[in-house]
């Protein structure tokens, strides 16, 4: 128990101390396995010393003594002799839980001129992120690094499938597969659905699941085509620009692999429209320090009351994308700069940098369903496509499982007054952090380039940018 009022620098100290500790616990059992490899009382045929039987013999040891799989003490034996010595000291230090070590040490191995920046870069965003998080967070930032090298890692990653099962207790067993996610997402999308013709059956949705994926599986059923949907800008379909795609459910997948997945996809143009003041001359920045706002700074164009926000094309046929084209993110680099250079910010100069305080996303004029609380198909398809997850800090929920929450929030006696039903002013957040927000213990605001600032009860300040 603690004597003292326990608070959230208390819990992130004592995340820390914990970390370390299990860091001591990993450290120690690998160098009792390096000690106990070498006992010369180990000896194989003809009395001659067995250094792996040694070791598998000391590993054993520490295996059954920490109750522990002989796998995970052999898994920290490879991260700790192959780790770098900066992924190493973060997690003795206990800046890295274990999970997060380990995802970091297999992303960065094999990185060509891995300097001490990228590094410490890579442990930074880490140490930020949900276990689950972690390596897209790492792989969007070796694809910034590196974009060939992530590309060809990634193709000989795709040769990397497994498929595991694992008894747990009461009779019961889990299947586990692992491969590319484009390919494990086309098998849940047929599972989704053929799940999706039982709505009838009275059964929970795992439940239902299960037995659809079963029914796959064993040929019980015939599975129909999967349903997949990859959003990517224009300029990236036409091979002209890197910016990665996004798999909807899945989040971002590299410009090659979105651009193959299109390719033989029918398609949907979407086209937006909303009015922004421009910078001031001198300053392309566009950051609170340098463009401070005033109300003496005359709006921009307003929109017309009947236009629409997000205009969609008549669906067309497969095979209009290159394969071929730029790999390399220009935008997403950009954001994460100007989310870098937030965070070196003080609270009142985070303030300063509200995009558009009154919720209206930039518009003069309401356009059509702005001032509506459910939003429109092809708003809600656009916002679930920019933020792949639930936008509190480290939620890893999928933005489609997700509520679409007005920042500003909608008025509903007067709607022109309150937040607009427009991109510029909704984001996913699951139901749990939705509430968080609807309680007022956190708060959110929305700043420029659709990065949303969120706020703890406590003044802490968090980013989430589009594409994360």
Known sequence: MYDTAVSTDVLVSAKVDAQASFARTVSASC???????????????????????AETCAVAEVAAALSVSTRTVTEWLFLTRTAHPAVAQAFDAGRLAYAAFRTVCRSVAGVPNATEALLQRVIAAASRCTPGAVAAAVDRILAEFDAQWHRKA?????????????????GQAELTIRGPVDKVAAMWRNIAATAARGVTDPSSLPSRLFDAARSLLTGAVSGTPARAVIVLDAATAAGLAGEPGHLVGWGPVPADVARRIAGDATWQAMITAAEVAEPRAGCRCRCPEHDPPTDSEPPGPPMPAAGREVRRTRRMSAGWTPIKGKLGSTKNLKLREQVDYLRTLPPSAVDRAVADPDGHGGFGLPPAGALTYRPSEAVASLVTALYSTCVHPGCAVPSADCDLDHVVPFDHTDPRRGGWTVIGNLAPLCRRHHGLKTRRQWHHRMLRDGIVHVRDSHGTDYFTAPGE
């Open 31 to 53: 160098a009792y396995v390096d000690d106990g490899s070498r006992r010369p009382a180990v000896l194989g045929p003809g009395g001659v010393f067995d250094a792996e039987a």
């Open 154 to 170: 990634r193709e000989r990653a795709t040769r990397e499938r497994s498929a595991t099962v694992r008894k747990l207790p009461r």
